[in-house]
């Protein structure tokens, strides 16, 4: 019997009587991050990364029956060693390694390679079996350096606020939001942020990451003059009455979609930055590679074409179904944070 099965709940380890970013109601869940597809509300009880605490706080309630270990401790549960690695993705996110009768599992859960001061840097695992997402599984998707892509950022905030306009960037709320205000030069101007962005923010401070000075667009006077101004705000923003505070603006979407000629121009704004919390093409190999994994299974985006490439490389290799979405789901954009913000941001994150 494999040490984890797929089953309605979510993945399922029958040894240890837990189960993985489990998708319905279980009674011990096992977190890899704090994003809804993989943290969802109801577990009676859950076990993650001690940086991931204030974030699934933010996202799942005070209430919430949260127990944490550090990353490399491990934790015994009916017999099953587990014990959570760096992911790379967002604060707090992990890997989760299980052990049983010599037989070794790794569920990378969402991870990157790239550099992100905001978070723990992936660890590479050794294992039989890897457990690997592959939203951004084409050779098509090849992320810039972190300078070059700041670097066009900052260019095009300090063009805007030259030509006397505010500049709003759309980014997920949670991970891609603190990423970008970590990395872009705050002396080019004011940062302020939507709500659903900066309840996370402030989780994100509380776990030691310093962010540059921001406030909520709430909280200030509605004749405030934004023509020097970043505004990060989630993609549900867009189009909303919210939007129109900031009068002459230009708009940009941050994300690994923006690789994709016309994304853009389908996402309706001025500027498309590639900027992904999730591994590239060539960071999935390395990644898959170097945990010499027997088994690979792959999980949600281009699970066909990964698993063909794989074999074609003489890798043992399978489709694991799951509920999970990568980036660009539902999730991501803010509406999960919404719920905690101050009731004067609450209508604007719809």
Not at 41 to 59: D, E, M, Q
């Amino acid at each position: 019997m494999a040490l984890l099965e797929h089953t309605p709940r979510g993945l399922y380890c029958a040894a240890g009587d837990f189960y993985v970013d489990p998708w319905r109601p279980v009674s011990r869940a096992v977190i890899t991050h704090a994003h809804a597809d993989h943290a969802r509300p109801g577990h009676a009880a859950y076990l993650a990364s001690a940086p991931a605490i204030g974030v699934l706080k933010t996202r799942l309630g005070a209430h919430a029956h949260i127990d944490t270990v550090a990353y490399g401790e491990t934790r015994q549960l009916n017999g099953v060693a587990v014990s959570l690695y760096p992911a790379g993705h967002v604060l707090g996110s992990a890997q989760v390694r299980i052990e049983y009768r010599g037989e070794v599992w790794v569920v990378s859960g969402d991870y990157k390679l790239d550099y992100d001061p905001t978070c723990d840097a992936f660890e590479s695992i050794r294992c039989d079996t890897f457990v690997s997402e592959s939203t951004f599984g084409l050779p098509i998707y090849r992320w810039q350096t972190h300078e070059a892509l700041f670097g066009a950022i900052n260019h095009w905030w300090s063009a805007n606020a030259a030509a006397g306009r505010a500049s709003v960037l759309f980014g997920y709320a949670f991970g891609k939001a603190q990423r970008i205000l970590k990395s872009v030069d705050p002396t080019i101007g004011p940062i302020f942020c939507h709500g659903a962005v900066e309840v996370l923010n402030r989780s994100y401070r509380d776990a030691g990451v310093v962010l540059p000075e921001t406030q909520m667009v709430s909280e200030v006077d509605r004749k405030f003059d934004y023509s020097r101004a970043l505004i990060v705000a989630p993609p549900s923003a867009q189009g909303t009455p919210w939007m129109k505070r900031f009068g002459d603006y230009s708009d940009a979407f941050a994300s690994g979609w923006m690789a994709i000629r016309g994304a853009r121009r389908q996402r309706n704004v001025d500027q498309g930055f590639v900027l992904s919390d999730h591994a590239d093409w060539p960071s999935l190999l390395k990644a898959i590679h170097a945990s010499e994994a027997e088994r690979v299974l792959i999980t949600h985006g281009q699970v066909p074409v990964m698993v063909r490439y794989l074999r074609e490389q003489g890798i043992e290799a399978d489709a694991l179904e799951t509920e999970f979405q990568g980036e660009g789901g539902a999730e991501n954009d803010g509406s999960t944070a919404a719920a905690v913000i101050p009731e004067q941001d609450s209508a604007s994150t719809v």
